[in-house]
């Protein structure tokens, strides 16, 4: 059964509700012996770094992620969770998952008037195929509430990226691991066929 991790980050319940829509059998669960008896994981969120990173410990999840990652079950990272599997994080200083290589930072726009956070629809431009992606082009739009961006070390864990100001990852991933920065919750059938996608990855 695919599980959805709760750790206080605000949208366990829409993601469920668009699985719900796929008729994907789900739960919702903060137990780790749950988390890692799963065929999938989806890893969400949204907030702050380091108040997120500080309930998974607090959990014991940090390690029941990691472990899952390990034992190769396949995990969807969205938004908070697609930032907190790096290394560090420039929101609160935060030493995060270190599960990729890299830094996630905050945008920086003195001079050209763009708003921070970056929020609503944007277009993706895609990088690379992955099974996670099948059925989605560049131009494929979704839905984005944001002020920090991944920046892997490896480019080619990079797997999709969008511009607002600059251009960014907003789809990286390695084996077992795929997240994606925008919500695919609140993405209609874009963010649908890609939660579909998800469930069908056999890594």
């Given amino acids: 059964m695919l599980t959805i991790i709760d750790y206080k980050a605000g949208n366990q319940t829409s993601v469920q509700r668009a699985l719900n829509y796929l008729g994907i059998e789900n739960r919702i669960s903060s137990d780790p012996k ?41 995990i969807l990272g969205i938004c908070i969770g697609s930032q907190i599997i790096l290394t560090h994080s420039e929101e609160g200083d935060t030493p995060c998952l270190d599960l990729i290589s890299g830094d ?31 059925g989605l082009t560049s131009g494929s739009e979704f839905y984005f509430v944001h002020s920090y961006y991944t ?38 059938r874009t963010g649908l066929k890609l939660l579909e996608n998800f469930n069908r990855w056999i890594p």
């Fill in 34 to 74: 749950v988390i890692l008896n799963s065929d999938h994981i989806i890893f969400p969120g949204v907030g702050h770094a380091s108040a997120s990173m500080e309930v998974l410990k607090e959990r014991g999840l940090d390690f029941a992620i990691t472990d899952a990652f390990q034992q190769g079950i396949p």
């Fill in 104 to 134: 996630v930072k905050r945008f920086q726009f003195p001079n050209n008037g763009l708003k921070i956070p970056h929020m609503g629809w944007n277009e993706i431009n895609l990088r690379k195929a992955h099974p996670v992606l099948d």
């Fill in 151 to 188: 920046a892997p070390v490896d480019p080619q864990q990079v797997f999709a990226t969008c511009t607002y100001g600059i251009t960014f990852p907003v789809a990286i991933g390695v084996k077992n691991l795929f997240a994606v920065q925008f919500h695919t919750e609140k993405s209609g």
